[in-house]
């Protein structure tokens, strides 16, 4: 049952992921961080997918049992971290704020501007935990080989 649980975690967080990709592709209007929003929650969407697949065929591939608490977890904190991500992106793209700009160029003036890059920031680095979390199972898995 236990694999059962942590390969829907997978799956739900890419469904959700992707589909807020996909919704966001069709918020895009001008160039502005939208677009940035809707490529990272299409392909991380993907790339959650792929990691719900390496944990299912590393035992089956005859490397070590996955610790099932850590491996439901992770898919949804990589994801939640990542739609957290891209709100605060489509936030601050819906002010108006350019892609390609950085630091002062980018001229976050008002609160919500502010906002939406300290949410997409805060979203990016519980994004990176998820993902060295993979990382820690994965490596964990292969090194403990059957």
Same mark, same amino acid.
């Given at each position: 049952m236990g694999e059962q649980r942590y390969l829907r975690?997978? +799956?739900?967080?890419?469904?959700? %992921?992707?589909?807020? *990709? $996909?919704?966001?592709?069709?918020?895009?209007?001008?160039?502005d961080i939208v677009i940035p929003a809707h490529y990272h929650g299409a392909t991380v969407?993907?790339?959650?997918?792929?990691?719900?697949?390496?944990?299912?065929?590393l035992p089956r591939l005859g490397y070590g049992?996955?610790?099932?608490? +850590?491996?439901?977890?992770?898919? %949804?904190?990589?994801? *939640? $971290?990542q739609l957290l991500h891209i709100t605060g992106l489509a936030w601050t793209g819906g002010y108006g704020v350019q892609r390609k700009t950085a630091g002062a160029a980018q001229a976050l003036d008002r609160t919500g501007e502010v906002l939406g890059m300290g949410l997409m920031g805060i979203g990016g680095l519980i994004s990176v935990i998820g993902g060295v979390l993979f990382l820690v199972i994965a490596w964990r898995s292969m090194w403990a080989r059957r």
């Open positions: 975690s997978a +799956l739900f967080s890419s469904i959700v %992921l992707f589909l807020a *990709g $996909g919704i966001l592709g069709f918020m895009i209007v001008g160039l969407g993907v790339s959650i997918a792929f990691m719900g697949l390496s944990y299912y065929l049992p996955l610790p099932p608490r +850590l491996t439901f977890w992770q898919p %949804l904190l990589y994801g *939640g $971290g």
